[in-house]
């Protein structure tokens, strides 16, 4: 997705952030891609439109905060969204138009072990951490327990003298 540019427009431009030493020693603890910043990027390519988990961050201009949001929300993968400013009516305004499990404000990847964590769209299915995470990982139960001796039939009409039956004692009974 990093390479994936567009038929129709130029390539993006990518700025590595780190370089030489640094990059060597960073692959050499695990991580296998520098952090880059990708310029020059249109909302269909494939960098801009896949989930890319990694220390890449791609760029893309707006003119207006509707813009914005509709960028941020064209996307088949929604697990988190950040918005970074100083305006707070702003953020007030931008933060609940966002689709994403998660959205940050002036923050990235901050998250309380009891808030939900998961995204919208392709970008998994459930959550995890807190009471969230407890329903995706159990399934409640009901059991209905008769501790009655005398045979019964749900399904046979009551007798409208019956003391145990309710109601006007017409109909079926199964419920």
Avoid at 35 to 47: D, E, G, H, K, Q
Wanted: hydrophobic share 40%; net charge neutral.
């Amino acid at each position: 997705a990093i390479a994936g540019g567009r038929a129709d427009g130029p390539p993006a431009e990518r700025f590595v952030l780190a370089d030489g030493d640094a990059a060597h020693a960073m692959r050499a603890r695990g991580a296998f891609y520098e952090p880059t910043v990708l310029r020059n990027v249109a909302p269909r390519m494939a960098c801009f439109q896949d989930e890319i988990f990694g220390p890449v961050v791609t760029i893309v201009p707006f003119a207006t905060e509707d813009e914005a949001v509709a960028l941020a929300n064209d996307n088949r993968y929604a697990l988190g969204a950040a918005v970074w400013t100083r305006d707070a009516k702003r953020l007030h305004r931008v933060l609940p138009r966002l689709r994403a499990g998660v959205v940050w404000a002036n923050t990235h990847h901050r998250n309380s072990p009891d808030a939900p964590w998961g995204g919208f769209g392709d970008s998994g299915i459930g959550r995890e951490n807190g009471i969230d995470a407890h329903r995706e990982y159990t399934a409640p139960t009901t059991f209905v327990i008769r501790s009655a001796s005398t045979p019964e039939d749900w399904f046979r009409p009551r007798s409208r003298s019956s003391s145990t039956g309710g109601g006007d004692g017409a109909g079926p009974r199964y419920g």
